[in-house]
């Protein structure tokens, strides 16, 4: 959705407003900072949101209770760009609405693609090549799969690939998954390895490799 009433305040979010920078994948690599929310509203308006854990803790003051709420969220448009975020608040409805701008600012362009040699369909519906991912206790390792094997990874993961864009892959997990915001910030980290790895240009690519959204159709073979 996107607010009528921004007033964009930093270098990205005026160019983006006015028009010089039209896409997710320009601004990403305009490599300034992304601090206003606006902007990914403004450059994936399809982008969906989904809270995935919400922890409610409680400390005693000397008024009495005081609860307070952490809460941590996923936005993805289902085709190419992710972000993890969390926010906390006293009440729930303002820590959903911080982890949901969080997230936003977090957004990542990923890379696509048919890794898996049983498949070599050559289409962005897995991983190009196997990642890894770590946060606290917990490490993930997200493998291409060829298509119709689906998610087979946990329930956390299977959010952060849906909301991804990515349909088949193979997965497992060491550590406490049952902590849901490592395990969510690890499949995370995984995702940042599709954009990180350098692929040697030497190398020649059986399929091509995509890069965040196939809608715009975007592919590097090097
Ligand atoms: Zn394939």
Request: charged fraction near 25%; charge should be positive; aromatic fraction near 6%.
């Amino acid at each position: 959705m996107i607010d009528e009433t921004w007033i964009p305040r930093t270098q990205l979010g005026k160019m983006v407003a006015s028009g010089e920078i039209k896409t997710m994948s320009e601004a990403l690599r305009t490599k300034l900072p992304l601090k206003e929310y606006q902007i990914v509203d403004y450059l994936l308006p399809g982008l969906k949101d989904e809270v995935i854990d919400i922890e409610r803790a409680q400390r005693m003051t000397d008024s009495g209770r005081r609860m307070s709420y952490s809460v941590t969220a996923v936005v993805g448009n289902e085709d190419g760009f992710i972000g993890v975020g969390r926010g906390k608040a006293k009440e729930a409805a303002p820590a959903i609405r911080k982890a949901i701008n969080n997230a936003k600012l977090n957004i990542l362009e990923i890379r696509r693609g048919c890794g898996s040699w049983e498949c070599g369909c050559g289409k962005a519906h897995s991983l190009p090549f196997m990642v890894h991912g770590k946060s606290g206790s917990v490490e993930v390792t997200v493998k291409p799969a060829p298509q119709g094997v689906g998610r087979a990874v946990g329930d956390i993961p299977k959010i952060v690939l849906r909301m991804a864009g990515i349909d088949d892959v193979w997965g497992f997990a060491l550590g406490h998954t049952k902590t849901t915001v490592n395990y969510a910030l690890a499949v995370f980290d995984a995702m940042k390895g599709t954009a990180k790895m350098k692929v040697n240009p030497a190398l020649k690519l059986t399929t091509p490799i995509y890069v965040g959204s196939v809608a715009s159709a975007s592919s590097d073979t090097n």
